[in-house]
T-cell receptor, first 115, second 111 residues
Framework: EPEVTQTPSHQVTQMGQEVILRCVPISNHLYFYWYRQILGQKVEFLVS????????KSEIFDDQFSVERPDGSNFTLKIRSTKLEDSAMYFC?????????????FGPGTRLLVL | GENVEQHPSTLSVQEGDSAVIKCTYSDSASNYFPWYKQELGKGPQLIIDIRSNVGEKKDQRIAVTLNKTAKHFSLHITETQPEDSAVYFC??????????FGTGTRLTIIP
């Protein structure tokens, strides 16, 4: 069974530093997403990406955030200058195989801690 | 706006009994409703989903029902087992691909 993978599993950084979270979506999927989950809360949408551009983004996804698909397999989320409130689990998801665009499969997440 | 309400927030059932989790959504245009199971420290795992043209779907011990008129959908787990203990999230898509999640239900199966 193909899976979404994410690296690193944990990331600790100082406030103001840049972080890059990496994801390898399921092969042949066409739609890619980032979500985040603050400890004990629900999963929140950040951004969706299709055909090498952002298709939708939430209010959370401000100018400090960016996404990129640098090659045919990786999908990255960059936070330019981290804030304390960016501490959360970040999940990558992908969808869009065999016509089932809506069915999103999630990776195991990256736990980001900003000190 | 796009909103999904989920109840209860916590649920404890005896092993072997059934568990039911309910969600309501705000936008009648919603057409896709997945359920995810999240174990501690892991990502959400899709367990079942239903599209708006179907009223019920079953997969072994798990079933989902959808009432479009009332704008609510429910997850039913029968013959619960200890490994069913987890946090369960409902979700819905509205006019786009993004998922809007409910607030989660922590299900505990009591042996």
């Amino acid at each position: 069974e193909p899976e979404v993978t994410q690296t690193p599993s944990h990331q600790v950084t100082q406030m103001g530093q840049e972080v890059i979270l990496r994801c390898v979506p399921i092969s042949n999927h066409l739609y890619f997403y980032w979500y985040r989950q603050i400890l004990g809360q629900k999963v929140e949408f950040l951004v969706s990406f299709y055909n090498n551009e952002i298709s939708e983004k939430s209010e959370i996804f401000d100018d400090q955030f960016s996404v990129e698909r640098p090659d045919g397999s990786n999908f990255t989320l960059k936070i330019r200058s981290t804030k304390l409130e960016d501490s959360a689990m970040y999940f990558c998801a992908s969808s869009g195989r065999q016509g089932k665009k809506e069915t999103q499969y999630f990776g195991p997440g990256t736990r980001l801690l900003v000190l | 706006g796009e909103n999904v309400e989920q109840h209860p927030s916590t649920l404890s059932v005896q092993e072997g009994d059934s568990a039911v989790i309910k969600c309501t959504y705000s936008d009648s245009a919603s057409n896709y409703f997945p359920w995810y199971k999240q174990e501690l420290g892991k990502g959400p795992q899709l367990i079942i989903d239903i599209r708006s043209n179907v009223g019920e779907k079953k997969d072994q011990r798990i079933a989902v029902t959808l009432n479009k008129t009332a704008k609510h959908f429910s997850l039913h787990i029968t013959e619960t087992q200890p490994e069913d203990s987890a946090v369960y999230f409902c979700a819905a898509t509205f006019s786009n691909e993004k998922l809007t999640f409910g607030t989660g239900t922590r299900l505990t199966i009591i042996p």
